[in-house]
């Protein structure tokens, strides 16, 4: 018997798969994850429960296949050249990945994670282990053109990312769902500067006007000097109170 004679059963269809999924997405989204059953997605995608179990093992994994494919895939990305460029696209892609219908949905199962061992293990290795292993990639890539001096754990410069990322799009009262494309991309960019200062990359002219931009812009706290004290029009500066005693 041939390979071919031996091979049983027709290929996946890959465009059944994707209706499956964006059935899942649907009842998730109108359900949550805690109402979502195997019976109703296959119900709204009209097609048996056997059909689903023979595409996804359980229920978490059916869930997180079916973010991911609505989310930008991390895919790795042609070598733009520089260690900024390669991580501008990171964070790009990152940033449109939580926000958006996608974006929500992913802060949805995040929050269920804390309840499933499992559907945390799946979301990890979706959404998770694929940036560290694109992080580490450009960093090799960054040290063998001499932009930045080797990195020790540049597995944990992946986090780096993922941290502020998380907290500007999901610890916010503002949903995911609501930020759109735009914001997405201009938060990427003011983050830039500062992940580039993380792997010890001598910034150029650019990078240090945005990151000044950035910091500008932040409120002073009461801990920061004021500087000195304004003049009423027409007059002198005033003195600090400092100066007024040194003088007595």
């Given at each position: 018997?041939?390979?071919?004679?031996?091979?049983?059963?027709?290929?996946?269809?890959?465009?059944?798969?994707?209706?499956?999924?964006?059935a899942t997405l649907a009842v998730l989204t109108e359900s949550g994850y805690g109402g979502l059953t195997t019976a109703a997605v296959a119900s709204r995608a009209g097609v048996s429960t056997?059909?689903?179990?023979?595409?996804?093992?359980?229920k978490e994994v059916m869930v997180v296949d079916a973010a991911a494919?609505?989310?930008?895939?991390?895919?790795?990305?042609?070598?733009?050249g520089t260690l900024e460029g390669d991580l501008r696209a990171l964070?790009?892609?990152?940033?449109?990945?939580?926000?958006?219908?996608?974006?929500?949905v992913l802060r949805t199962l995040i929050g269920e994670a804390a309840y499933s061992p499992s559907l945390a293990e799946a979301l990890t290795n979706a959404f998770m282990v694929p940036v560290r292993e694109r992080m580490a990639e450009i960093t090799q890539r960054a040290v063998d053109r001499g932009e930045i001096p080797p990195v020790e754990h540049a597995d944990l410069l992946g986090d780096l990312l993922i941290g502020p990322m998380m907290s500007k799009f999901f610890l916010t009262p503002l949903p995911p769902s609501q930020v759109d494309a735009?914001?997405?991309?201009?938060?990427?960019?003011?983050?830039?500067?500062?992940?580039?200062?993380a792997f010890g990359h001598q910034g150029h002219g650019g990078e240090?006007?945005?990151?000044?931009?950035?910091?500008?812009?932040l409120p002073r706290t009461r801990w920061e000097s004021p500087g000195p004290t304004?003049?009423?029009?027409?007059?002198?500066?005033?003195?600090?109170?400092s100066a007024d005693a040194s003088n007595e």
């Open positions: 018997m041939t390979g071919t004679q031996a091979r049983r059963g027709r290929p996946r269809d890959a465009s059944r798969d994707r209706a499956l999924l964006a056997a059909t689903l179990y023979r595409r996804w093992p359980s494919a609505y989310a930008k895939e991390l895919t790795t990305q042609p070598d733009t964070l790009r892609d990152k940033a449109a990945s939580l926000t958006g219908i996608e974006g929500g735009a914001t997405a991309e201009a938060t990427a960019d003011r983050m830039l500067p500062f992940l580039l200062r240090r006007e945005v990151a000044a931009r950035t910091v500008s812009s304004a003049a009423p029009q027409g007059g002198a500066p005033r003195e600090s109170r």
